[in-house]
């Protein structure tokens, strides 16, 4: 039973900081690619940022030069550290793991800000930016 626990969200004022962080429970074999996402009230849930089994990162333009992913592969724990936050970065972040077969994990690195190349989920943790 794969669990992803998200935590560290909270209040914070323009221009503050926060580190979000994801344990992944119950994953067997290699995570590969994590991701994480966002959705802010009235919107759709946005793709911004992940990291691979070789720690390469890719940002969504909103987030790019502010947001930092990264990973602690043997504890299986995934960070995301924020800078500079502004109130249109408001939203509940979740983070996300593919299944673990081939197939699965050759979409996740094709479309890896893709919410479809992403099976298992968080229950999301709230950011607000005020």
């Known amino acids: 039973h794969v669990q992803l626990v998200e935590s560290g969200g909270g209040s914070v004022q323009t221009g503050g900081s926060l580190r979000l962080a994801c344990a992944v429970s119950g994953y067997t074999g290699s995570l590969g690619c994590m991701g994480w996402f966002r959705q802010a009230p009235g919107k759709m849930r946005e793709g911004i940022g992940s990291?691979?089994?070789?720690?390469?990162?890719i940002y969504a333009d909103s987030v790019k030069g502010r947001f930092t992913i990264s990973r602690d592969s043997a504890k299986n724990i995934l960070y995301l550290q924020m800078h500079s936050l502004k109130p249109e970065d408001t939203a509940t972040y979740y983070c996300?793991?593919?299944?673990?077969?081939?197939?699965?994990?050759?979409?996740?690195?094709?479309?890896?800000?893709?919410?479809?190349?992403?099976?298992?989920w968080g229950q999301g943790t709230q950011v607000t930016v005020s």
């Open positions: 996300a793991a593919p299944m673990g077969d081939w197939y699965s994990l050759s979409f996740v690195r094709r479309a890896p800000l893709s919410e479809n190349a992403y099976s298992y």
């Open positions: 990291i691979d089994s070789d720690l390469r990162t």
